[in-house]
């Protein structure tokens, strides 16, 4: 086995040793080594197939901008993980790993099919392609696209591991831990700012920490040295927190910052469990230092993307770093100097190397160093194309003519086992933008800058476009002193030696003489797409950034074109013949890199993934097999499955006993607002359409309650309990916005009114006996209320003790049954139902659930708000003329009632649905037609509720339907997948018009 | 995510609050006076500009105290606070 792995460094353990798979092949790493690096050191570069074409790819750089070395992790059904940069995994014990995107393996995958037919799938391809004929997107193209979309495979079980969420404060927090990073962390901790310093890397240090060129020095030591140094004193700062392996997610307005902080990724699988895994830091920070640096640029030629063509500074890193070299004989193809300290790194180690530099010339002291190594130079000439299926082994360079617009004289071909680019470097500006942060764009080196423009975030460092250590240490710590207002005098004596020239010819699509359409000059590689495209959709009359990018994809790949977009921005604007400071850049989104949704949801999940409301009586509910709806946050039994029944024989078994003797709800969830106030009736007036100055003490009465648009917003009973003292329900679902609705008017249009709103929904349970047979149950709890009808009639209200506890007693009905609801304090809930099931019992007293509710409310034409209404329906509309006082001068949503939309006459109107054939039951939903024939059909209205009534022994329905209120006694249609149901439209009421049955 | 300043509880996270859209619109005194367009254009017509905005917010997880708030809505900086029936401070206009 090879083995590239060519001298030690302080970063690699080689005492310990790691076995790891990679594509189901064993091997071994070091501590301290990424996947990434492990393979390098095995001299595997070849690690995945390209998105589109499913070309080759190898490792092209050494952190979270890699766009193609992304793994599938593990292979259990509940923790594999796709889409992991090798570049940024740790290597741990037993880990495994696999390529992406290919089938049957990366050295041999069909889809390479592909890259040959290329020029037959250009940018739009889908959108031109997949449009015609109709009828196959359905059952043809869409299928197919699934089946070869997508990179890497979701788990398909749930995430046993453990996430975390904290929250914290600091006076400062320093993104980023270069040099810059550090010097601004210590900086505001010696100052006594409570400072969090944040870095995505295992240690600190950035890319200078393993910088041994001799030309680069601070006060005499190489800068890896003298920042070790500073990393040890920083160490011992107190009010400093340092958080390595955690990455910045999103930055926020207010200085509200996410961060991940990885806790056992780099662990073997023994050691991460019950541990948590990742950690989301929810931080603000009152001042924030932006040092996410810079990240270096690849080059635009033809075939630039074969595995072996790497960035010239992660080769640099991988060498100085992990101890690993990417070659033996490296070609190093730059337009600036940078390239020359990787050329210089490995001249040292040994390593091969040659130099192309598209710069006609250029004379700073590391090109002299590689000069007077013997370092063979090409200036003035650029790489054309390249060679080698499964790894780079050799390309042609060719001289560029004088404005640098083509290629001049003959191809030269050199052979090489790895090329190096270097197109300059591209500040990190995600943070700043994200923040709320505008650009600059310097022409002099092409790069974005960020616009200073708040007091609160800066940007220090090679992200704020400082490229040399002078200038970088000089001015973070200048702009630090100002920003946190100090006066820092540590780094005053500091002397810094480092290579100030740095002249770069940037031509960001590099010339070449073969026709464009025949290149593959990759701009993206994760999303493939390539110079080509950007000018096809150039071509094709896109002119805006955002629209470029969406219709060639490039950027929008899981790296979110780190590498690529600057690429992309510069062919336009070179293209369009615009200055790019003028196009601008695509937004900067959140997060910077991927987000697993564990991170995001941390311990709300399963059973704390929502707050659940359960009523006192709920144990009793489960005791007794009840299944349970959901009605906001609370469970509420839905029906009772007596010996395994299903829903349908059990609601009708309720609803009958209901009708026939008696039955018990558990209506506790309703919304309770408790009301005082002199003003209290003048309050009630202004919220509700009907009159409530007259309401006697002791009585209940029905409001529907409206917007101001006139719509129906909610309903319930109000009882008045003394004079200044009232009791509203509410819907269940609508309890919280009720009380909002209300407080916001008291509050802001009506202070003048002495009204107290107090929320005693979780107050009160209640117990609801409804049925012929529910007087003689109240009568064995409360023997000494008098219940007769002269006492306490339909709409009042009595107060008695149930064993010296207190209990508000209403008779009011939503079954249409004589009724009683009793609320007693909420500790008593559970005491109360049991008290009611033991006196009911002699007379078949039935639990029900909702869904007899509905049933048993719907016989009787009762509205549910939310269900019959959608926030469209006026009283009128629902037929409820008589609730709307004509007397009252004013009331919320009044004036909206004879506005001309809502006086028209054919709006949708709540009517009774009956089926021709009884048994027929309709769903709810469906819509319904007079006319199937006509073409478009007309659309009348839709069903509301429905259900089969055993009390009627039919099926019923509410629905809403245009023009309904006139249409008693016709026929309609409801066109259903399989046939037509025929209906004809009836009252709303379906049962007892008369109301008997309240007094029976 | 925005730090808001509740007049009667000092600074809290956006979270404990809901917005209540743009503040000053008085419900008028006689609603049956208005024609349709005059009511129409106080139930629906908002300015929803980009600079400095008067908006109403809610501390509903804290005070349940409806209050104003000035805002620049391009970039989201909140200027000042007062409570309800307090006149709008006049520096921004």
Redesign the interface.
């Known amino acids: 086995m090879p083995n590239y792995r060519i001298h030690k460094t302080e970063y690699i353990d080689e005492t310990k040793r790691i076995s790891f798979k990679f594509d189901g092949k064993t091997y071994f790493g070091y501590e301290g080594d990424t996947l990434a690096s492990a393979l390098l050191a095995n001299g595997i570069h070849l690690v995945g197939r390209s998105f589109k074409y499913h070309r080759p790819r190898g490792i092209v750089s050494c952190g979270a901008e890699e766009p193609n070395a992304i793994c599938q992790i593990g292979s259990k059904k509940d923790l594999t993980e796709p889409n992991v940069r090798a570049t940024e995994l740790e290597l741990y014990e037993g880990l495994q790993a696999s390529s992406q995107n290919c089938w049957p393996n990366v050295k041999f995958d069909i889809g390479g099919i592909n890259n040959f037919i290329s020029p037959l799938i250009p940018a739009g391809f889908y959108y031109k392609t997949f449009m015609w004929p109709k009828s196959f997107w359905k059952k043809v193209y869409e299928p197919l696209i699934r089946l070869s979309a997508g990179l890497g495979k979701s788990p398909t079980e749930p995430d046993p591991d453990i996430y975390d969420h904290k929250y914290v404060h600091y006076d400062v927090l320093v993104i980023g831990g270069g040099v810059s990073g550090i010097i601004a962390a210590k900086m505001a901790a010696k100052n006594n700012l409570k400072t969090l310093l944040v870095d995505d890397k295992k240690i600190l240090g950035g890319s200078t920490i393993y910088q041994n060129n001799e030309s680069i020095k601070i006060d005499d030591k190489l800068s890896s040295e003298w920042l070790k140094i500073e990393i040890q004193e920083i160490k011992k700062l107190s009010n400093l927190t340092i958080k390595t392996r955690t990455s910045i997610a999103a930055y926020h307005g207010y200085n509200f910052l996410l961060a991940k902080e990885n806790l056992t990724d780099h662990l073997p699988e023994e050691k991460k469990k019950n541990k948590i895994r990742q950690r989301l830091w929810k931080i603000r920070a009152k001042k924030v230092v932006i040092a996410t640096g810079s990240i270096e640029r690849p080059l635009v030629f033809n075939n630039n993307d074969r595995p072996g063509i790497l960035l010239s500074n992660s080769i640099n890193k991988y060498l100085d770093y992990y101890g690993v070299t990417c070659g033996e004989n490296i070609i190093l193809f730059t337009n600036n100097d940078s390239a020359y300290e990787t050329s210089i790194s490995l001249h040292k180690k040994g390593i091969m190397n040659t130099i192309v530099d598209i710069r006609k010339s250029a004379s700073s002291e590391l090109i002299k160093q590689a000069e007077s190594l013997g370092i063979k130079i090409y200036f003035n000439h650029v790489v054309t194309n390249t060679f080698g299926y499964r790894k780079i082994n050799s390309l042609e360079i060719m001289k560029l003519s004088e404005d640098g617009n083509t290629t001049v004289g003959n191809k030269i071909r050199l052979s090489c086992d790895c090329l190096g680019m270097s197109g300059g470097w591209t500040p990190m500006v995600h943070m700043h933008t994200q923040s709320g942060g505008k650009l600059d764009f310097r022409d002099e080196d092409q790069v974005f800058l960020p616009r200073e423009n708040s007091e609160d975030q800066i940007s220090v460092g090679s992200c704020n476009g400082d490229f040399d250590l002078e200038n970088i240490i000089d001015k973070t710590v200048n702009k630090i002193n100002k920003f946190l207002d100090i006066d820092n005098q540590d780094y005053q004596d500091t002397n810094i030696i480092s290579s100030k020239e740095n002249d770069k010819r940037n031509i960001w699509l590099l010339p070449n003489k073969i026709p464009l359409g025949k290149t593959k000059c990759f701009i993206d590689f994760q999303n493939d797409s390539t110079a080509k495209d950007i000018k096809l959709a150039l071509k094709e009359g896109f002119r805006s950034i955002e629209h470029v990018k969406r219709y060639t994809t490039t950027g929008m790949a899981t790296d979110q074109g780190k590498l690529s977009n600057m690429h992309a921005l510069g062919i336009i604007a070179d293209t369009a013949g615009v200055k790019m400071g003028t196009l601008g850049t695509t937004t900067f989104r959140p997060p910077f890199t991927p987000l697993t949704f564990g991170t995001l949801v941390g311990r709300n999940v399963g059973k704390f993934f929502e707050v659940v409301r359960k009523t006192s009586m709920h144990e009793w509910h489960v005791e007794n097999n009840a299944e349970f709806e959901n009605v906001g946050q609370w469970k509420r039994p839905w029906y009772y499955a007596k010996n395994g029944e299903n829903m349908h024989d059990a609601v009708q078994r309720e609803s009958k006993a209901a009708r026939d003797s008696a039955g018990i709800l558990d209506a506790s969830t309703l919304g309770k607002i408790d009301i005082q106030g002199t003003d209290a009736s003048e309050f009630l007036n202004r919220v509700y359409t009907n009159a409530w100055s007259k309401l006697a003490i002791g009585k209940c009465r029905y409001g529907l309650m409206l917007n101001e648009d006139g719509m129906v917003y909610d309903d319930g009973v109000t009882t008045r309990i003394s004079e200044n003292h009232y009791l509203m329900t509410t819907t269940t679902g609508g309890a919280a916005n009720v009380l909002s609705k209300l407080e916001d008017y008291l509050q802001t249009e009506w202070p003048e009114l002495d009204v107290y709103l107090t929320s005693v929904t979780d107050h009160y349970s209640t117990a609801s006996i409804c049925g012929p047979n529910s007087k003689k149950i109240l009568n064995k709890l409360f023997p000494n209320l008098d219940l007769s009808d002269e006492n306490f009639p339909h709409m009042s209200f009595k107060e008695d003790k149930l064993e010296n506890i207190n209990c508000r007693i209403m008779r009011i009905s939503f079954t249409g049954e004589l009724s009683y609801e009793i609320n007693i304090e909420s500790k008593y809930g559970h005491s109360l139902w049991k008290k009611c099931i033991e006196a009911g019992k002699e007379f078949n007293l039935t639990p029900y659930g909702t869904e007899t509710m509905h049933l048993l409310r719907a016989e009787k034409g009762f509205i549910i708000v939310g269900q019959d209404t959608d926030g469209t329906m006026t009283p009128s509309d629902l037929q409820m003329d008589w609730i709307v006082s004509k007397k009252k001068y004013d009331f919320i949503g009044k004036r909206s009632l004879y506005r001309s939309d809502t006086i028209r006459e054919d709006r949708k109107q709540l009517v009774g649905l009956l089926t021709d054939d009884p048994k027929e039951i309709l769903e709810e939903g469906a819509q319904i037609v007079s006319n199937v024939k006509s073409k478009p059909i007309d659309m009348l209205g839709h069903v509301t509720s429905s259900y089969f009534s055993p009390n009627l022994n039919k099926s019923i329905a509410l629905a809403v339907v245009r023009n309904g209120k006139t249409m008693k006694g016709q026929k309609l249609i409801i066109p259903m997948e399989n046939k037509n149901i025929n209906v004809t439209v009836s009252d709303t009421i379906f049962l007892d018009k008369e109301n008997k049955r309240l007094n029976a | 995510?925005?730090?808001i300043n509740c007049p009667f509880c000092g600074e809290r996270d956006q979270s404990e609050f809901?917005s209540?859209g743009e503040a000053h619109i008085?419900?008028?005194k006689?609603?049956?006076e208005?024609s349709?367009d005059e009511?129409?254009e106080y139930?629906f017509m908002r300015k929803n500009i980009k600079g400095i905005q008067f908006e109403?917010w809610?501390h509903?997880h804290g005070c349940?105290?409806?209050f104003n708030v000035v805002r620049d809505t391009s970039?989201?900086k909140i200027l000042s606070v007062y409570k309800?029936?307090e006149k709008p401070p006049v520096n921004y206009k």
Request: net charge positive; aromatic share 12%; charged share 25%.
């Open positions: 995510m925005f730090l809901s209540g008085v419900r008028p006689q609603p049956t208005l349709d009511w129409a139930l109403r809610n509903v349940r105290k409806w970039n989201d309800m029936g």
